[in-house]
């Protein structure tokens, strides 16, 4: 039963360290260009949600999505986010 309770708190763990480690990825692979009119990443289950404040980088990145999902799941080593929601 220890084992158990060990494992899920080790996945919460993890998810935890993910929640930031995705952040840290963002800055990385957006740039600071773009990173200065981003206001929220948080990542939510294996979406990831960015809000933008400029209406022409958001039309830009949202063609993107898959290539940004790709990126930032290298960066990280392990698959964390499955699709990425700009707004």
């Known amino acids: ?10 996945d919460s763990l993890n998810y935890g360290l993910d929640k930031v480690r995705v952040k840290e990825a963002w800055v ?9 009119y981003t206001e929220n990443v948080r ?10 404040n ?20 290298d960066f990280l080593k392990k698959e964390v986010v499955k699709e990425i929601i700009i707004s």
């Open 1 to 10: 039963r220890l084992v158990g309770s060990e494992m899920c708190i080790r």
């Open 28 to 36: 990385e692979i957006a740039g600071m260009g773009v990173v200065k």
């Open 43 to 52: 990542l939510q289950g294996d979406k990831l949600f960015i809000s933008l």
């Open 54 to 73: 400029n209406a022409s980088l958001r039309e830009d990145l949202n063609l993107r999505r898959n290539e940004l999902v790709q990126l930032i799941n």
